[in-house]
């Protein structure tokens, strides 16, 4: 009975060595995929950081336009106060 148990267990083996032995090729083909699809999500990553980095700053130069804007507006605003204010004394 072992002996059969054996041989069911050697045969099982040499079965899935030789089913693991012609996916090998295909395993391979698979890996090389994944790892072109890493390189250009890679790639693809950094375009959309750069991207991103470019229009954080184009954000940030018209936040800050407006703020001087706003700044000489307040400016201008208290300067004709002060103006209206010297005429009418």
Do not use: H, P, W, Y
């Not at 041989?7 to 083909?29: P, R, T, Y």
């Not at 698979?30 to 390189?39: E, F």
């Amino acid at each position: 009975m072992k002996a059969v148990l054996l041989v069911f267990g050697l045969s099982g083996v040499a079965a899935l060595g030789g089913a693991a032995a012609k996916n090998l090729a295909a395993i391979e083909i698979v890996s090389r995929a994944v790892a072109q699809v890493k390189d250009v999500s890679g790639a693809v990553m950094q375009k959309v950081e750069d991207a991103s980095g470019t229009a954080m700053q184009k954000v940030e130069a018209l936040q800050t336009r407006a703020d001087l804007r706003n700044d000489l507006e307040v400016e201008i605003e208290t300067t004709e106060s002060q103006i209206a204010a010297k005429c009418a004394s």
